[in-house]
């Protein structure tokens, strides 16, 4: 039987991030090729292409590729930017299990693991900001644009994760402390 110890707890998210950082490679990579192969292929073609399918759970962007083909650039390209910087976070969190030391965690390579990885998380917060704002102006000129940004809990992530930072870098500070007094 496994027990819960601290050790076994990092190397299942450790796992589990893994298993994120590749499903957002693949799909970042998915997203990323079927953009680049909609800008070559024959209009009549397009529906055929997973990112126009009418039936999948994603949204579909024929309409804004046969309007206009810069709105379509700009808003694929904060897609997958934003699919980017999610596997970017992800990295830095395996980063951060691996490097992780349980007998003595305010260190200072963890503290800036922390704020590093709070500020890709605050990057990925605009990121879907930004493309949140630009869908409600498309969908505000006709655009049927239903891509669901996820800005509000991004942005609580990056927060919570800054105030983690805070804390490691505030644990760092009594531990160096405490260490100069001994």
Not at 16 to 38: A, D, E, N, P, R
Request: hydrophobic share 50%.
């Amino acid at each position: 039987m496994v027990t819960l110890s601290p050790k076994n707890v990092f190397k299942g998210l450790q796992f589990i991030f893994w298993v994120i950082f590749i499903g957002l490679c693949v799909k970042t990579g998915i997203l990323l090729v079927s953009t680049l192969v909609s800008l070559q292929m024959d209009p009549e073609n397009l529906r055929r292409l997973w990112i126009f399918s009418p039936n999948s759970s994603e949204p579909t962007f024929h309409q804004v590729l046969q309007l206009d083909l810069v709105d379509y650039v700009q808003l694929m390209g904060l897609y997958i930017f934003l699919y980017a910087s999610k596997a970017f976070v992800a990295y830095l969190v395996i980063k951060l299990c691996l490097d992780f030391p349980l007998d003595k965690p305010f260190t200072i390579p963890i503290a800036i693991q922390f704020k590093n990885i709070s500020r890709s998380a605050l990057v990925t917060g605009f990121i879907a900001f930004i493309g949140s704002a630009y869908s409600k102006w498309l969908t505000e000129a006709g655009f049927s644009i239903p891509i669901a940004w996820g800005t509000e809990e991004i942005l609580f992530f990056a927060a919570i994760l800054y105030v983690i930072a805070y804390i490691f870098q505030k644990g760092m500070d009594l531990q160096r402390e405490n260490d100069l007094t001994i």
